[in-house]
């Protein structure tokens, strides 16, 4: 594992916190419209490192999900879903804190032009 992966997955935590906080600020007006941004930031980090099947459903089930809270059933859920979308996204982040992905195959494409002389 990188040394520099936690510390990076705290400051996506934190831009996904700050991308919640400015839908819900900017209400009627364009929060509909950028909620996708921190669920597509949590799909980043949760899928980095790790497989292209693993990292594609990660993106489909944060579009979904926003589809589906955001425009289909906005009655789900008071603000575009804001109150199940931000704790599943904290679950996602600590669960992938605690369980980084290993140093195998998925990540090599990740260092291969730092390991060259």
Do not use: K
Not at 48 to 60: F, I
């Amino acid at each position: 594992m990188d040394r520099t992966y936690r510390p990076t997955l705290i400051g996506l935590f934190i831009a996904t916190l700050g991308g919640f906080a400015f839908a819900f600020i900017t209400g009627f007006s364009i929060g509909r419209f950028v909620l996708v941004l921190p669920l597509l930031v949590t799909a980043y980090a949760v899928a980095y490192g790790r497989g292209l099947l693993l990292q594609l459903s990660a993106y489909a089930g944060a579009i979904g999900l926003y589809l589906l809270l955001a425009w289909l059933r906005p009655d789900w859920a008071y603000d575009w879903g804001i109150s199940i979308e931000l704790p599943l996204c904290t679950i996602a982040y600590v669960i992938v804190f605690l369980r980084p992905p290993r140093a195998g195959p998925a990540r090599r494409h990740l260092t291969r032009f730092f390991n060259h002389p």
